[in-house]
Structures are given as structure tokens and as C-alpha cells.
């Protein structure tokens, strides 16, 4: 019988979570974002996420955009760091310089999380993480609209599932921007290449963008290059991808409606499944060039920089949580072969 526990362990001098539950594993880290670091098919030799046992802790915190599960509030770039709300303006400061000069990646997936609980129950593990955002953080001086982040993850037959849920504790309409900077390992496979890894991907339309990284407003019909996502030909993990970005449509997984992509290691036979809930209702993928050994399949709830655009919400994803209200974003990995 596998292993069935959740429990707080000491990872490299690091406190952090481990949940056990059938074929799947995973390694869950407070201090960064209480990101999934690691998260294994035991069963069918699957590593799914960017991960290193040789590495130090050091590693992943220096750069927690591209290893594990990180979800970011906010997804991808704001433009001069500006953020329109319906009835607010504030200006974030630039982390990304020369000749970009966004605001990128949002700032919670480097917060400390409290863990609020642990439960096994049935055949799902489970861990619940929290973290208030108020004047006790150095970004509320830009941004004071203070707020609960709540990240629950449940481990068992079904995968891996993330209900991330923001609420608004202030007084003003609070956006709702979330997205995930998804580090997949290449190969994924125990013993498997890069050469072999191919991606599925329903797709809509290409999202043009400038050259910092910001939407021009024209959704462009799919080229050649683009409609090989649809018939899983592009390899992710070697093929030049940089910020290639996509509304995202319904697709067919084993006859069925899916909402999300497929990975498949065509050698093995053996999939990533990576659903998502209609709160992201786009796609960008980046690899930083190809043969980095991981690549990012990125679901997003807005358009980058959607706060700033002209262009109906309904375009741009573009959401408001209302004072003392919530919404609740949701996504799944399992496997498959």
C-alpha cells in the first residue's frame, strides 16, 4: 500500500510541508509562496516539476519563477508598473529594467505563508496555506488594499488540485490577477529526453506583443507555428519559445471537454495533464530559449498588463473582487500512461 500522510518535515534547513497519497508526492515550501517544489508519480517514474535533490535551498529562492508550482499575484507584466482599477491608480515599482521597465511577476511568491492546517481524510492529503497582505509588507506603501490569501492543495487519485482564493479586506474594489509561472522538468520522464517531449494545447488566438513584453490590443488569427499546438507537434523543451501567448479554448481529452493542455513523453506513452478552471482564460508559454532542461506553460487569468488596456474586460480577463467578497481560482495536474 503507498504511503498516505501530510506532515511538516525539515527540507535542508527549510520548514515545509510533505503530502503522500496514492501514486503522488509532493513537497510543498511556506517561505516561498508555499510553492510546490516538488511533485513525483511515484508509481509511473514521473518527476513533473523542475526539481533537484542535489540542489540547495538557495537555489530555488534565488529563483522561484522557474522551479515548482509559483503562482503569481500578479501574472506576468504591468506596464511602468501601473495598475487602474475601477476606482483607484497605483504604480508598483520596476523589477524589470532596460528595455522593458514593467512591473513583472507580482510580489507574493516570495511572502513567507502560514500553514493553518494539515488533514488526511478518505484518500486525499491535504494542506491549507494563508497570507495577509496589510501595512506589515513592503509593497502595501504602493498598493495599500489590504487582503487574505488563501492556497489550498489536495494530493490523491486525481492529482494534484490548487484552490487559490483572494479576499478583500478593504473598503475598494481589489483586481484579480493571478497566473502561474508553471516550471514543468525536461525530461519528466525517469530516464526519458527532452528530444521526446511533445505539447497539446487548445488554442484561440495569438496575443501580438511589443517588443517589452505588452499586448498591442490585435488578436491575431494562428499561424502555421501556432496550429502545432493544436495537433501536439511543437517540443517545448528544445524548440525556441519566448512569451508566445494565446487565448485559451476548450479541447478533447479522452473524448471529453478539457480545459487545459496535455505533455506527453511520445517514447513512454506517459502524459501531464494540466487543467484549469475558466479563471484563466489564456495561455503563455516560455522556455528561455529551449534546452534549459524545464519549460513554463503558463495559465493566466488576465492579459498582461490587462489593468492598463483599452479594450472591454471581457477581452481582457480584466476582474474585480468587491469589498469583503472573494473569488477562487482553481487548477489540477494529473498523469496519464
Not at 510541508?17 to 508526492?25: P, Q, T
Not at 516561498?32 to 540547495?56: K, S, T
Not at 487602474?84 to 512591473?103: A, I, M, R, V
Not at 490569501?149 to 490523491?156: A, D, F, Q
Request: glycine share 8%; net charge negative; proline share 7%.
Amino acid at each position: 500500500m503507498a504511503d498516505f500522510f501530510a506532515k511538516e518535515i525539515d527540507y535542508k534547513g527549510e520548514k515545509c510541508v510533505e503530502l503522500s497519497a496514492g501514486n503522488f508526492y509532493a513537497l510543498i515550501c511556506p517561505a516561498m509562496g508555499a510553492n510546490v517544489l516538488r511533485l513525483r508519480d511515484n508509481a509511473r517514474g514521473m518527476e513533473i516539476f523542475r526539481f533537484d535533490e542535489n540542489e540547495p535551498m538557495e537555489t530555488y529562492k534565488n529563483s522561484p519563477e522557474v522551479y515548482g508550482f509559483p503562482t503569481l499575484y500578479f501574472p506576468n507584466r504591468l506596464s511602468h508598473g501601473k495598475l487602474k482599477t475601477s476606482d483607484g491608480e497605483y504604480e508598483l515599482p520596476c523589477n524589470e529594467g532596460f528595455p522593458f521597465f514593467n512591473c513583472l511577476h507580482g510580489f507574493l511568491h516570495k511572502r513567507e505563508y502560514n500553514l493553518v492546517r494539515l488533514s488526511t481524510e478518505g484518500d486525499i492529503a491535504a494542506a491549507k496555506f494563508e497570507y495577509i497582505y496589510d501595512d506589515n509588507d513592503e509593497m502595501f506603501q504602493y498598493f495599500p488594499l489590504p487582503f487574505r490569501l488563501e492556497i489550498v492543495y489536495t494530493l490523491g487519485v486525481k492529482g494534484l488540485e490548487q484552490f487559490y482564493t483572494i479576499f478583500n479586506m478593504s473598503d475598494k474594489m481589489l483586481p484579480f490577477g493571478v497566473g502561474s509561472h508553471t516550471s514543468i522538468k525536461a525530461p519528466f520522464v525517469d530516464g526519458g529526453s527532452p528530444d521526446n517531449i511533445r505539447i497539446y494545447a487548445p488554442i484561440g488566438k495569438r496575443i501580438e506583443i511589443t517588443r517589452r513584453c505588452i499586448p498591442t490590443g490585435r488578436m491575431l488569427p494562428l499561424g502555421d507555428h501556432d496550429k502545432r499546438y493544436l495537433s501536439g507537434d511543437v517540443n517545448p523543451a528544445t524548440e525556441f519559445i519566448d512569451n508566445e501567448f494565446y487565448t485559451a479554448e476548450y479541447g478533447d481529452l479522452d473524448g471529453l471537454q478539457f480545459h487545459g493542455l496535455v505533455i506527453e513523453d511520445t517514447e513512454s506513452g506517459k502524459s501531464i495533464c494540466y487543467e484549469t478552471g475558466e479563471e484563466y482564460p489564456f495561455w503563455i508559454f516560455w522556455n528561455n530559449r529551449g534546452n534549459k532542461g524545464f519549460f513554463c506553460p503558463e495559465p493566466m487569468s488576465w492579459l498582461i498588463d490587462a489593468p492598463n488596456m483599452e479594450l472591454p474586460d471581457e477581452v481582457t480577463g480584466y476582474r474585480e473582487i468587491e469589498p469583503k467578497n472573494f473569488v477562487t481560482a482553481y487548477q489540477r495536474i494529473f498523469t496519464k500512461g
